[in-house]
């Protein structure tokens, strides 16, 4: 088989917990050939996409990435073309999207459902009832009737990621203006404004679902000195197992994942309330591979080599 990785670039990866890096070495592990490519070397000619591709070995011992020349190839020559640009989620995002829209291969994960689908609001879109409640708004008068009516909330940038500007606060703090001002641009953009639950300094279970199927789930806990449960601010991954709230999430959003060509796919769950559907670029396979002694990247690759199939028939 024959895979293409467009992701950012390879002096950003940090090998020790990035789950593309275990995934290009389980395919380099099989004999497939691997490329890479950053989304500025796609293009698209006569409707078709074609790419600036950089061929790589990728293995566990340093230096890690053996690249040779690039060369410019056709995104159909391609078996996979693995969409793995970390977020933000901005308008150079969906343009990718739009190229890969033109891919003439399968695309991990479909770029239609890429752009159909914004992590925070896809859950209001289609599943709001597994969603603690939830505001949109760049209203400061709307967040604090919000504030009123639920005590203790969240704000969040609608666009975030990695726990970037997510705070916590309540009814009558006086920094709420100020906080609402900063997180919409003075109502220029709408924030996320949501119940807070109490069960969050017991941690923010991110569990994986390949094909729409649960596969493994972490508990990340907040370290000491941050509410937030994002392992790049400090918080832990200890293992975990899915109660019967988390698998009536799965088994409710399994589907919608699947039709949409979402192969792999993180969710994030507090006490068995929904607030993230991570499409873009998720991670979690290194740390759940430590903690259960697993090698996750190999039953992904197992998966998406069966949808290639599935689509070749
Ligand atoms: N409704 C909530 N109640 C309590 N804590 C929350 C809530 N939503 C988010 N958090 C905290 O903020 C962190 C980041 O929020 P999240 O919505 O997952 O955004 P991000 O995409 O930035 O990870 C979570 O891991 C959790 O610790
Ligand atoms: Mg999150």
Same mark, same amino acid.
């Given at each position: ?36 490519? #950053? ?17 790589? #070995? ?94 203790r909330i969240v704000l969040k940038p609608w666009d975030g990621n990695g726990g970037r500007g997510v705070v916590v606060t309540e009814a009558g ?101 929904? #607030?993230e559907i991570n499409v873009t670029s998720p991670t979690g396979l290194q740390q759940a591979n430590r903690l259960y002694n697993r090698r996750l ?7 998406? #080599? ?8």
């Amino acid at each position: 088989m024959r895979h293409l990785f467009v992701m950012d670039p390879l002096s950003r990866i940090d090998v020790r917990g990035d789950s593309t890096y275990v995934t290009m070495r389980e395919a380099t592990d099989r004999g497939h050939g691997v490329w890479m490519a #950053t989304p500025d070397q796609l293009y698209a000619q006569s409707g078709r996409a074609r790419v600036w591709a950089t061929p790589v #070995t990728v293995t566990a011992a340093p230096p890690h990435f053996h690249l040779r020349e690039p060369l410019d190839l056709s995104t159909a020559e391609f078996d996979v073309v693995w969409m793995r640009k970390d977020p933000p989620f901005d308008l150079g995002y969906i343009f990718t999207t739009y190229l890969l829209d033109m891919a003439g291969t399968l695309v991990v994960n479909h770029p239609a459902g890429l752009k159909l689908f914004n992590e925070k609001i896809w859950c209001q879109v289609q599943f709001s009832h597994l969603q603690p409640p939830t505001l949109l708004t760049n209203r400061l008068d709307q967040v604090r009737g919000f504030a009123e009516e639920h005590r203790r909330i969240v704000l969040k940038p609608w666009d975030g990621n990695g726990g970037r500007g997510v705070v916590v606060t309540e009814a009558g703090d006086k920094n709420l203006g100020a906080l609402v001002e900063l997180l919409t641009r003075e109502g220029r953009d709408h924030l996320i404004a949501q119940r807070y639950l109490p069960a969050a300094p017991e941690g923010d279970k991110r569990i994986l679902l390949f094909d729409g199927r649960p596969v493994a789930a972490i508990l990340r806990v907040p370290g000491a000195t941050d509410h937030r449960a994002n392992m790049h601010v400090g918080a832990r991954a200890l293992a975990t197992e899915l109660s019967e709230a988390d698998k009536r999430i799965c088994d409710e959003i399994g589907p919608a994942l699947r039709e949409h060509g979402q192969c792999f796919v993180g969710i994030d769950v507090i006490d068995g309330w929904l #607030t993230e559907i991570n499409v873009t670029s998720p991670t979690g396979l290194q740390q759940a591979n430590r903690l259960y002694n697993r090698r996750l990247e190999a039953e992904l690759m197992d998966c998406v #080599t069966a949808k290639r199939e599935e689509k070749s028939q």
